[in-house]
T-cell receptor
Framework: GQQLNQSPQSMFIQEGEDVSMNCTSS?????WLWYKQDPGEGPVLLIA?????ELTSNGRLTAQFGITRKDSFLNISASIPSDVGIYFC??????????????FGKGTHLIIQP | KAGVTQTPRYLIKTRGQQVTLSCSPI?????VSWYQQTPGQGLQFLFE???????NKGNFPGRFSGRQFSNSRSEMNVSTLELGDSALYLC????????????FGQGTRLTVV
């Protein structure tokens, strides 16, 4: 099945630094989704990307749909303590929509050092 | 607009028992999907319901089942619980282009002892 490879697995950064993480696949995706999960909570949708090459922002977050449709990137600018959490990339299992289920990456743990 | 509501938040069960988890999607959303999250396997798709019909199912044994009611509320059931069923069970309400955007509830933390 389709697998998403997320990197890095974890990041230790200083408050105020910019963060970059990415997600790659051997298969083409028609949609890329980025989620953030806090401990004990469900994932929260941050950004949805639907078109190759698309660049979308949500506040300090910016995500890009790779031109090959096999990768996506998430950047966080000027990190703050509440950015701590696990970030997941996800995409539909099949070329259909979410009804077929989403496949998720293993996540990037973001840790901010004071 | 209320989000996805899952009950209960926490549950402890004994091996061999069965459990039922409940999910109320976002008002107006008719599609609900369920996921299992474990440290080892991550987030895995269980099944999806639309208008009371299961449209898709992930690679899980038949002990995992679900249903959806006419008001779009959904339940999932796990019978003959095993220790490995301990996980965070997440329900998602689908929306967006192609119903691709999944909006998750807080989850039910199931511990099997």
């Amino acid at each position: 099945g389709q697998q998403l490879n997320q990197s890095p697995q974890s990041m230790f950064i200083q408050e105020g630094e910019d963060v970059s993480m990415n997600c790659t696949s051997s298969s083409i995706f028609n949609t890329w989704l980025w989620y953030k999960q806090d401990p004990g909570e469900g994932p929260v949708l941050l950004i949805a990307l639907y078109k190759a090459g698309e660049l979308t922002s949500n506040g300090r977050l910016t995500a890009q749909f790779g031109i090959t449709r096999k990768d996506s990137f998430l950047n966080i600018s000027a990190s703050i303590p509440s950015d701590v959490g696990i970030y997941f990339c996800a995409g539909p299992v099949n070329s259909g929509g979410g009804a077929d289920g989403l496949t998720f990456g293993k996540g990037t743990h973001l840790i901010i050092q004071p | 607009k209320a989000g996805v509501t899952q009950t209960p938040r926490y549950l402890i069960k004994t091996r061999g028992q069965q459990v039922t988890l409940s999910c109320s999607p976002i008002s107006g959303h008719r599609s609900v999907s369920w996921y299992q999250q474990t440290p080892g396997q991550g987030l895995q798709f269980l099944f999806e319901y639309f208008s009371e019909t299961q449209r898709n199912k992930g690679n899980f044994p038949g002990r995992f089942s679900g249903r959806q009611f006419s008001n779009s509320r959904s339940e999932m059931n796990v019978s003959t619980l095993e220790l490995g069923d301990s996980a965070l069970y997440l329900c998602a309400s689908l929306a967006g282009t192609g119903n691709t955007e999944a909006f998750f509830g807080q989850g039910t933390r199931l511990t099997v002892v």
